[in-house]
């Protein structure tokens, strides 16, 4: 694999390894010869994604599980959890910790109707802490879920015709796609590719059903004829992450996935193709300059009808390709850095038995959602809700986000949709209905937008019950916003669109480092400052300013924003501003996101 020495090579320069030709280590013995990383032995071991999971769930003396079925229930769309918030008091009473498990929604380009999102609510107010989270990957999250209603749940689920299958873990994942159909053709055909792709390349494996529907068990598993056509014993080397986009808007963060879909339309706003991206991954560790976030490349043009060959190819060559030794190297965009797009493009090409033509022209012009109500050119209507990081509750004294959405979803013809940045379109609505929508928006203080800044952020869950968290996120953004929003007030720039992104740790959950301010959390109250992303996505951010206090944020930026105010051209975006005047070094891809970091001149 390319270290981060070789970053200004051109990759015609570069020097790449020679790809393997045999299909991924299935068997125990071998697996350990090659020295193979633990997780490959767990899924070896597991029985098609079973463990010992049915037994552990019967084990009422802890909330929680063994540590390898803690790494399986993941494909079955879960995290094992705890409150961190508790932990001191509960090991000072010598407790348990207060073990729950966070639960993730498979939805397809975040499409639920109307009777889905009322089971869904409910489940929410029985089963979960009385909230319905909206994530970056465009499905629900539920959270703080104990053992004991674990098969429950997942009953109430299955009763919405949904599941948590492959939310998690080393496969596709939620596959996502373009929100709001104010294009309608192009719109559809994107969600129908997604949820194509999604069902493509679902696990086979009867696990899921088995063990929290009580379905038919398959004694032995594969000894018992199952086998999985696709993955394998080993399923994927690492979470595979795919998108669906829609230009001019961007939306769905294409280059920050490894494997995308960029439809190219002809004049009259009909899909021709897809342009298909890969490589692309946020995920690094702190200290480690062998990983890194990396944007997608722009590989090929495929027509309509090769689309979904094509995702199945890229995710095999990603299956037999990647690293299985070194987990954290282990991810599509290492593999394309040490083998070439070049390479890669061929054996994708020869696995589904032609070549393709290259790229087609496309624009972006921004990855942000369109708040308000927006007209389809079918004469239908959509409205987007901001939503405070994604967190659908009600809040006291303010809006009734819960209760209100479940009113409108009592009454609404039309479906919902989940975007990627965390909101929600009440999509679908005839015009002689919007005035009963608006009512509703209005009787529950519900939010049709915010300030620029506020308007275009994101952040993950991080602290109390992701238990990856260095650092705060969801919790401390909306005040530091409060604090960024003065600043830019006193600088003339209250008006200006900025992206920002916070993670309470580098695996950038919330793609912070494709924002034009991204904030990563080093340990409680202290971030790493990214500047200089471009605002349509495209381009990787830059270490400003590292272990930051929260304190320290706004005065970083403050005199950054005032050179902003003063200096910038017209229509020149901050991201660009701050690497044209000089203040961050501009970030290639991949390595490269680890050369010449920090504040390249004092701010004036």
């Known amino acids: 694999m390319a270290d981060h020495k070789t970053a200004d090579l051109s990759p015609a320069e570069r020097v790449y390894e020679t790809p393997p030709t045999e299909r991924p280590i299935t068997e125990a013995e071998a697996a350990r010869a090659a020295k193979l990383s633990a997780n490959e032995h767990i899924k070896i071991a597991s029985g098609y994604l079973r463990g010992t999971l049915a037994e552990g769930l019967l084990k009422n003396a802890t909330g929680a599980i063994s540590d390898d079925d803690g790494q399986l229930v993941k494909f079955h769309g879960m995290y094992l959890q705890d409150d961190r918030d508790l932990r001191a008091e509960r090991t000072r009473k010598k407790l348990d910790k207060?073990?729950?498990?966070?639960?993730?929604?498979?939805?397809?380009?975040?499409?639920?109707?109307?009777?889905?999102?009322?089971?869904?609510?409910?489940?929410?107010?029985?089963?979960?802490?009385?909230?319905?989270?909206?994530?970056?990957?465009?499905?629900?999250?539920?959270h703080g879920v104990i053992k004991s209603n674990l098969k429950r749940?997942?009953?109430?689920?299955?009763?919405?015709?949904?599941?948590?299958?492959?939310?998690?873990?080393?496969?596709?994942?939620?596959?996502?796609?373009?929100?709001?159909?104010?294009?309608?053709?192009?719109?559809?055909?994107?969600y129908k590719l997604a949820k194509d792709i999604s069902d493509s390349l679902l696990p086979k494996t009867s696990a899921w059903r088995e063990i929290w529907l009580d379905g038919e068990r398959v004694v032995g598993g594969e000894d018992?004829?199952?086998?999985?056509?696709?993955?394998?014993?080993?399923?994927?080397?690492?979470?595979?992450?795919?998108?669906?986009?829609?230009?001019?808007?961007?939306?769905?963060?294409?280059?920050?996935?490894?494997?995308?879909?960029?439809?190219?339309?002809?004049?009259?706003?009909?899909?021709?193709?897809?342009?298909?991206?890969?490589?692309?991954?946020?995920?690094?560790?702190?200290?480690?300059?062998?990983?890194?976030?990396?944007?997608?490349?722009?590989?090929?043009?495929?027509?309509?009808?090769?689309?979904?060959?094509?995702?199945?190819?890229?995710?095999t060559v990603q299956r037999d390709w990647g690293n299985r030794t070194v987990r954290k190297n282990a991810r599509l965009k290492y593999t394309i850095e040490r083998y070439g797009l070049k390479a890669f493009r061929a054996e994708v090409e020869k696995r589904v038995g032609r070549a393709f033509q290259d790229p087609k022209p496309f624009t972006f012009t921004g990855n942000g959602d369109r708040y308000g109500w927006v007209a389809g050119d079918d004469g239908k209507h959509h409205l987007t809700l901001y939503v405070p990081s994604g967190r659908i509750k009600d809040v006291e004294g303010g809006p009734q986000f819960l209760a209100g959405l479940r009113r409108i979803?009592?009454?609404?013809?039309?479906?919902?949709?989940?975007?990627?940045?965390?909101?929600?379109?009440?999509?679908?609505?005839?015009?002689?209905?919007?005035?009963?929508?608006?009512?509703?928006?209005?009787?529950?203080?519900?939010?049709?937008?915010?300030?620029?800044?506020?308007?275009?952020?994101?952040?993950?869950?991080?602290?109390?019950?992701?238990?990856?968290?260095?650092?705060?996120?969801?919790?401390y953004l909306p005040s530091l916003i409060d604090e960024l929003e003065e600043s830019l007030a006193s600088h003339g720039l209250s008006e200006d669109d900025i992206t920002i992104r916070m993670t309470g740790c580098p695996n950038g959950c919330a793609r912070p480092f494709i924002a034009e301010i991204g904030l990563v959390g080093r340990g409680p109250e202290r971030y790493n400052l990214y500047l200089g992303a471009a605002f349509d996505g495209s381009r990787l951010s830059k270490l400003y300013a590292e272990d930051v206090t929260a304190a320290d944020i706004r005065p970083k930026l403050d005199p950054l924003f005032a050179a902003y105010a003063k200096d910038r051209t017209k229509g020149e975006r901050f991201g660009d501003f701050v690497i044209r005047a000089g203040y961050v070094a501009k970030t290639g891809n991949g390595p490269d996101f680890h050369v010449q970091t920090g504040a390249q001149k004092a701010v004036a």
């Open 98 to 142: 207060a073990y729950s498990f966070m639960i993730r929604l498979r939805i397809a380009g975040g499409v639920v109707t109307p009777k889905q999102w009322l089971i869904l609510d409910e489940i929410a107010r029985t089963y979960a802490n009385g909230t319905l989270r909206a994530t970056t990957r465009q499905t629900f999250q539920y």
């Open 153 to 190: 749940t997942m009953a109430a689920i299955d009763s919405a015709l949904l599941d948590t299958i492959a939310a998690c873990g080393d496969v596709n994942r939620n596959v996502m796609a373009a929100t709001n159909p104010a294009q309608k053709g192009a719109h559809e055909a994107a």
């Open 224 to 315: 018992a004829g199952e086998v999985e056509p696709v993955y394998g014993k080993t399923y994927l080397p690492r979470k595979f992450k795919t998108i669906v986009a829609v230009p001019p808007s961007n939306e769905v963060d294409v280059y920050a996935h490894d494997l995308g879909f960029i439809a190219i339309l002809d004049k009259k706003g009909k899909v021709t193709g897809w342009n298909v991206t890969v490589g692309g991954g946020m995920g690094m560790t702190h200290g480690e300059t062998d990983t890194f976030p990396r944007t997608a490349d722009v590989m090929l043009f495929a027509e309509p009808e090769y689309a979904l060959k094509v995702a199945e190819a890229v995710m």
């Open 409 to 475: 979803a009592e009454v609404h013809q039309g479906d919902f949709r989940l975007t990627g940045n965390q909101n929600v379109i009440i999509a679908n609505v005839p015009a002689d209905r919007k005035a009963e929508i608006d009512a509703l928006v209005q009787e529950y203080g519900l939010t049709t937008g915010a300030g620029p800044l506020r308007r275009n952020s994101l952040a993950c869950v991080a602290l109390p019950t992701c238990g990856l968290a260095l650092a705060e996120s969801e919790r």
